[in-house]
């Protein structure tokens, strides 16, 4: 198989990007990719990485305080397109796969365009802006969340799951003594995206000194932009800081409490190993679509949300305490079973094939 794949912006994107990569790379191990992504933002770094061709493209998305800059976006879009086609008529691609990010618009526009078989991925409960135009020009949609289905042609749109997940049951476990941690002591994690919150850890320092006193231990991922300021506090010996984990869906293996954003795959990574988690969205985020992931989740009581307008370090530290209860984690992990899509990656590959030969 021939494949070129498109997803940028966030990890959010292009994870699953690569998750469905990889499946394809295992089921047809002869297939060929061409990964377009933007020119500067974090898949034109992670890709490369992992030895997959890489094209970038300049796009940006519209916006809406400053009207002028959408002049220059058009302009790059326009660019893209043209580029698009070029790789396109160059690589003859037998798909084009897009999983979100607004450059996505200009590769499957291409794809469309010279008739190339076409699928996009959905991983939030709400659909993306990107996705939402381009739902009318693909052969299919994957989606994560079934919420998400009523929103998009009935014709087109497939209940896949989230790929993430497949690669996080699969993934092999942390060693805690790699993160100074103790084997039998309960381990909270708490992690607010890469780059961090510094109202989040605001909270957490305010509870160091209660933190101290409790039985367990913590690795907090405090986010580069935050790590040197906390660094410097009065950290006690039982909370581990760490600016950034490379693997850390393996340690999410060894954790019995998570506090996360809401993240749609951190979500599917979350109920496939079955971590209690508190979940503080982001309230940056497009659509608040971070929220709504979260509330899918808490109205089927697999999990707790806290909006970051309520939060409190007391408020944060009491639920804590409450998920490490076995009993009340036990039920989390019980309303968290249902939710686990299994081999997602499989049904998304066994689309793609089913679009080809359609084709």
Known sequence: MRVIVSAGGTGGHIFPALAIINKI???EPNS???YIGTHNRME???VPERNIPYVGIEIYGFNKRNLLKNFKTISCLKKAYKKCKEEMIKFKPDIVIGVGGYVTVPVILAAHSLKIPTFIHEQNSIVGKSNMF???KVDKIGVSFKSSMEK???NKVVFTGNPCSDEAINIKPADKNFYNLTENKKLVLVVMGSLGSNKITDYMLSIMDKIKTKNYEMVLVTGKNDYDRVKKENIPSNVHIYPFINNLTSLMKKVDVMV????????SEIVALKVPTIFIPSPYVANNHQYLNALDLKEKEAAILIEE????????????DYLLNEENAKKIKNNLEPLFIKDSSYKIYKTLKDIIDRK
């Open 25 to 27: 790379k295992e089921e």
């Open 32 to 34: 060929k990719f061409l």
């Open 44 to 46: 034109k770094d992670i």
């Open 134 to 136: 381009l739902s009318k």
């Open 152 to 154: 998009l042609p009935k």
């Open 260 to 267: 996360s954003r809401a993240g749609a795959s951190t979500i």
């Open 309 to 320: 307008k309520n939060l409190t370090g007391d408020i944060l530290i009491n639920k804590i």
